[in-house]
């Protein structure tokens, strides 16, 4: 038997885009993208930010706020970074990590050998949670 379909109440029109931007931290975006997307709970997302999970929770509130305002006033979004926000590289031919802050270009070589080898190892780039095989899977995470 097909479902009836209720009549929902909304009171509001869909927006107009307006030129006007509200800002977004990245850490804001990767909270949304961790508990949003990925689908992570507060406390692995948390870690997986080296954040501790209140922290997370206060990011990701205030990151779902704007994203609200931003779809239902229809404004744009500009990303903001930081330098709180750090990158973690690793180099293949050391095995050196390093952190380097946010916003200041990909290093040209690793500090401890001069090698151009390396690559970016950030936690939570593609490590999922094993269990059901992650809705967004591998491929997106460059947009993310
Ligand atoms: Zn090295």
Redesign the pocket.
């Known amino acids: 038997m097909p479902r009836r379909k209720r009549r929902r109440w909304v009171f509001l029109d869909p927006p107009e885009i307006k030129p006007s931007e509200i800002e977004v931290s990245l850490d804001e975006l990767e909270a949304l993208r961790l508990a949003d997307i990925e689908g992570l709970n507060q406390s692995d997302a948390a870690r997986i930010m080296g954040v501790s999970q209140p922290t997370f929770h206060r990011i990701l509130r205030s990151a779902r706020r704007k994203a609200g305002i931003a779809l239902v006033g229809g404004f744009r979004v500009k990303i903001t970074g930081g330098e709180h926000i750090m990158r973690k590289f690793r180099?293949f031919?050391?095995g050196?990590e390093w952190e380097e802050p946010f916003g200041t270009g990909r290093p040209d070589t690793?500090p401890?050998?001069s090698?151009p080898n390396f690559c970016r190892v950030d936690a939570g780039k593609g490590r999922g949670k094993g269990g059901k095989g992650g809705g967004m899977g591998k491929g997106s995470g460059g947009r993310w």
């Open positions: 180099c031919d050391c050196t690793c401890k050998c090698s």
